[in-house]
């Protein structure tokens, strides 16, 4: 019929001791800076929640007669199910760390057992989250729809809790969900060690010259030319420092210069790693707040594809002042340059779907003997 989609054969692996065949199949498991798993409910089967998955394809025209691989069918999927794209709103961090796992589905009256499948062989794939307010709240990533001409597969989403997962899905396919519960742990540990691989110890310099949109971005928070040109161009010189452990992740505390030496301490911050209240004297210029008060504010780690080490320190912040507005900063690592990125929505309550001023800094490493004071 015309307008029908053509959908690829999947892969499938007949077991050479019992003549059955299994359907090569991969699930996705998105883990955000909570380590709780990305979840749907299936469209019509409320109550029923699941990562998403699907078959590998096998080759055929469509792919240029080249079977797809695990990872490449594990994007596909997120994509096609949830709208996710690889490197923009997901990093794929473990391609092996969960055994594969076969659930059998023959007895039932589903199409896999009418297709001459015994059942499934599931694949898992972990991801990290990349976008700062989708980690806190899905809807602000994925979109449901049906992506690739595909139907939609879930009405909605949440963060939810491994043991949650597990505890509530079907028996019949609980089976490679126990087996990802039990690889949480080294899941965990990795992404622990690689965030706090992140090193930012060390005196930085912001080199204005390599600023991107800062300008413009200070003007989009209605701040008046003259004086967003005076804060792009001004020195800016910070000093990291590990502080403590927030569980198992680093608390940075940060000192900020006035000026273009280290005299004069404007202010000193211990990143908290999740939700904390700063307090500000005076002006916030980013901001565009007088008077004082204070900044609501929350640190987490997050995975970043332009970062040398695939993480990056992220902190949102909730603008005090009419309207709302929020905004993210995300600092990363790559090569001899501290980068930090400034995400802008003018509308707290509409970040989704306005349009979001970014602009860039890059600091530079300041060596200690040159440091003035």
């Known amino acids: 019929?015309?307008?029908?989609?053509?959908?690829?054969?999947?892969?499938?692996?007949?077991?050479?001791?019992?003549?059955?065949?299994?359907?090569?199949?991969?699930?996705?498991?998105?883990?955000?800076?909570?380590?709780?798993?990305?979840?749907?409910?299936?469209?019509?089967?409320?109550?029923?929640?699941?990562?998403?998955?699907?078959?590998?394809?096998?080759?055929?025209?469509?792919?240029?007669?080249?079977?797809?691989?695990?990872?490449?069918?594990?994007?596909?999927e997120l994509y096609e199910e949830m709208g996710l794209k690889c490197d923009k709103d997901v990093i794929?961090?473990?391609?092996n760390a969960v055994e594969p796992v076969r659930y059998d589905t023959s007895g039932?009256?589903?199409?896999?057992?009418?297709?001459?499948?015994?059942?499934?062989?599931?694949h898992w794939c972990v991801f990290r989250c990349v976008n700062g307010n989708g980690d806190i709240n899905p809807d602000e990533m994925c979109d449901l729809t049906g992506k690739n001409g595909e139907q939609a597969e879930f009405s909605k989403v949440q963060w939810m809790n491994i043991s949650a997962v597990v505890?509530?899905?079907?028996?019949?396919?609980?089976?490679?969900?126990?087996?990802?519960q039990k690889a949480f742990p080294t899941i965990e540990e990795q992404w622990e060690s690689r965030c706090n691989d992140l090193d930012f110890t060390g005196t930085w310099s912001r080199d204005a010259s390599l600023n991107e949109n800062v300008y413009e971005g200070l003007l989009d928070r209605g701040i008046a030319s003259e004086k967003a040109?005076?804060?792009?161009?001004?020195?800016?010189?910070?000093?990291?420092?590990?502080?403590?452990?927030?569980?198992?992740?680093?608390?940075?505390?940060?000192?900020?210069?006035?000026?273009?030496?280290?005299a004069t301490v404007r202010r000193t911050l211990d990143y908290q790693i999740g939700p904390f209240k700063e307090l500000f004297l005076g002006e916030a210029l980013l901001f565009n707040k007088k008077g004082g008060?204070?900044?609501?504010?929350?640190?987490?780690?997050?995975?970043?594809?332009?970062?040398?080490?695939?993480?990056?320190?992220?902190?949102?912040?909730?603008?005090?002042?009419?309207?709302?507005?929020?905004?993210?900063?995300?600092?990363?690592?790559?090569?001899?340059?501290?980068?930090?990125?400034?995400?802008?929505?003018?509308?707290?309550?509409?970040?989704?779907k306005s349009e979001p001023t970014i602009s860039t800094e890059i600091f530079l490493r300041v060596p200690e003997k040159t440091c003035k004071n």
């Open 229 to 262: 040109k005076r804060g792009a161009d001004a020195p800016y010189i910070h000093k990291w420092a590990r502080n403590t452990l927030s569980g198992s992740c680093t608390v940075w505390n940060v000192v900020t210069y006035d000026g273009d030496d280290t």
């Open 167 to 180: 505890e509530n899905m079907w028996p019949g396919k609980r089976g490679p969900y126990e087996e990802l």
């Open 92 to 95: 794929l961090m473990n391609g």
């Open 1 to 76: 019929m015309a307008g029908e989609i053509s959908h690829a054969p999947s892969r499938t692996f007949v077991d050479p001791n019992d003549g059955a065949k299994w359907r090569i199949a991969v699930a996705c498991a998105v883990l955000n800076s909570k380590n709780q798993l990305l979840v749907g409910e299936r469209i019509g089967k409320e109550g029923s929640w699941q990562a998403p998955q699907g078959g590998v394809d096998d080759a055929w025209e469509a792919n240029n007669f080249v079977p797809e691989t695990i990872a490449q069918a594990a994007a596909r």
């Open 293 to 352: 008060g204070f900044l609501e504010r929350q640190t987490l780690y997050l995975a970043d594809a332009e970062s040398d080490n695939n993480v990056a320190h992220v902190t949102l912040t909730a603008i005090p002042r009419e309207n709302g507005g929020h905004e993210e900063s995300r600092r990363l690592l790559k090569g001899n340059k501290l980068i930090l990125r400034r995400t802008y929505w003018p509308n707290l309550l509409e970040s989704s």
């Open 108 to 122: 039932t009256d589903n199409w896999l057992t009418k297709s001459g499948f015994q059942g499934q062989e599931l």
